[in-house]
């Protein structure tokens, strides 16, 4: 909803992931199996998945970050990636939700890896390697914090409120 406003790309790591995995190329195969089982896929195909996507045209006025950086090394390479595009990112959105609501939620989406084993699994993944970033961000004072268990709507109003600042 927020690139459609902003008229800017909406880059989701997952989604080229699972776009790659039906398209049966080289980086799908080597990544299904880490993603059917809710594991990060090794940074080294992500990085230069990410560094692809974002030296494309459509990315220089701007884009939304989805999904990515996933961890601390992910969130290094990639503030050395934007110094040599000369891009810079604005607002890093923690989108927080228990995990109770999470799992609800994701076991009524139907994605194939969405069982609850598996996102049981991405929960703990998260925890581990993806929620140190809440500091790395705060730190650098770039973090906005929004309470992702209301509805659609009021997020997405809370985020655009927040972007406006
Ligand atoms: P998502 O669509 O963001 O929920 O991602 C789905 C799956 O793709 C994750 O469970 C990971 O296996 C993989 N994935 C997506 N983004 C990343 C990333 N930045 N680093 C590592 N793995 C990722």
Not at 97 to 106: F, M, S, Y
Not at 107 to 130: M, P
Request: charged residues 25%; without cysteine; negative net charge.
């Amino acid at each position: 909803m927020l690139a459609t406003e902003l008229s800017i790309p909406h880059v989701s790591t997952g989604e080229i992931l699972r776009s790659a995995v039906s398209g049966h190329t080289e980086l799908g195969l080597k990544a299904q199996a880490y993603m059917d089982q809710g594991e990060l896929v090794p940074d080294e195909l992500i990085l230069g998945m990410v560094r692809d996507r974002l030296t494309q045209p459509d990315t220089q006025a701007g884009w939304i970050l989805d999904g990515f950086p996933r961890n601390v090394s992910q969130a290094k390479f990639f503030d050395e990636l934007l110094n040599t595009i000369s891009q810079a990112y604005d607002r890093v959105v923690n989108l927080d939700v228990p995990d109770e609501t999470l799992v609800t939620r994701l076991l009524g989406r139907g994605r194939k890896d969405d069982s609850e084993a598996v996102i049981r699994n991405r929960l703990a993944v998260y925890r581990e390697q993806t929620a140190p970033l809440i500091d790395f961000y705060q730190s650098r004072q770039h973090l906005f914090s929004v309470d992702g268990s209301q509805a659609v709507e009021a997020v997405m109003a809370e985020i655009r409120r927040m972007i406006e600042v």
